[in-house]
């Protein structure tokens, strides 16, 4: 299991990181994505920690605040050292029925941060996340209000969930002007078969220094091997429960396709080809990976030691690239010139 820095940051972070979106969910959406109670919590938060994982991700939404409860009591049962485990939550969605019970305005992010230490049972978030973008509080209300809890110890590290590359940059440039706590990490959806991320965040995440921990990698399970053009997947899971995210189902089986015949020639799953693709992209930090069961956990892992030719990858680049779209074949075409120039003088 490789480690790797978390942004522009001095903190290391696992390229596995455990999430914990299947943890305690008992009706609604969330018992669809998962129901795991404390012990099989604990079985997969050791297994994970026992394979090399240190990084774990939850948030206060999920199952309405369960997940961090047991993930938290987990910690604390297995006697997990706290600074062998970084802990990411986040801050964003609806907790309550009260107008301020949500978003991400300085009096949700810190009544937020305070219920998300008790039922975690810790003193402090090594990562705290805004999970979506508040088009009703002002970015520099929120970046303030983050870089306070950073001033008084109780957030290490702050970042950001599903938010546009325009939105991030206008974050770090109010953060870098007031002298700031910046955003060091973006959590996001990216897929072999969902690259849309690759036009506008993945050139800003290189250019700014912010870490990339990725979402629902299989998309939903869609890319597990479990599905094909005519196969449904096995009942009950969670695309067949909890059809999201949005994917180009031509272009996803197209994936699968492609995928198969490389997981056959190692006797491995498709799951752990579409993660292998994942670990070799350049700007990605983490995965997040989530399991119902050791079984799935398992093969999850085993995605670390799965490594793609050159000729495998760029086969997978060919069939999951994304069509053109403006400005982009503007910007490759008008640039190509002065890209040659400079990779001249590099060679010089």
């Known amino acids: 299991m490789r480690i790797n820095p978390l942004g522009r940051t001095g903190l290391f972070v696992s390229e596995l990181c455990l999430g914990t979106m299947t943890f305690g969910g008992s009706t609604g959406l969330w018992a669809q994505i998962g129901s795991l109670q404390q012990a099989d919590a604990e079985r997969l938060i050791g297994q994970a920690i026992d394979a090399g994982i240190n990084f774990i991700d939850t948030a206060d939404v999920y199952a309405g605040g369960v997940s961090e409860q047991m993930t938290g009591q987990a910690l604390k049962n297995l006697k997990v050292p706290r600074e062998n485990v970084v802990v990411a939550t986040k801050v964003f969605g609806e907790t309550g029925p009260a107008a301020n019970t949500r978003g991400s305005s300085r009096s949700h992010i810190l009544d937020g941060v305070r219920a998300s230490l008790k039922r975690l049972q810790l003193d402090h978030v090594d990562l705290y996340q805004i999970h979506g973008f508040d088009p009703a509080t002002p970015i520099e209300e929120t970046v303030r209000a983050l870089d306070q809890l950073v001033r008084q110890g109780h957030v290490r590290y702050v970042g950001v969930s599903n938010w546009a590359a325009w939105q991030i940059v206008k974050a770090l440039g109010v953060a870098e002007r007031l002298g700031l706590s910046r955003f060091e990490s973006l959590q996001a959806y990216y897929t072999v ?13 290189a250019s700014e220094g912010v870490g990339l921990m990725v979402w629902s990698p299989l998309a939903g399970g869609l890319l597990s091997g479990k599905f094909g053009r005519d196969q449904k997947g096995e009942e009950g899971s969670r695309r067949t429960t909890f059809d999201f995210p949005p994917v180009d189902r031509h272009r996803a089986h197209d994936c699968i396709d492609a995928m198969r015949p490389m997981a056959q020639a190692r006797g491995v799953s498709v799951a752990q080809i ?49 069509p053109a779209e403006y400005p982009g074949w503007m910007l490759e075409r008008q640039g190509e010139v002065r890209r040659k120039q400079l990779l001249q003088s590099r060679r010089a």
């Open 274 to 322: 579409a993660l292998a693709w994942l670990l070799h992209q350049p700007q990605v930090t983490t995965v997040i990976i989530g399991a119902k069961r050791p079984d799935q956990l398992a093969d999850n892992l085993a995605a670390t030691q799965v490594t793609l030719s050159a000729d495998e990858l760029r086969a997978l680049d060919e069939v999951s690239r994304l």
């Open 193 to 205: 078969a969902g690259r849309d991320l690759e036009r506008e965040l993945i050139p800003m995440l």
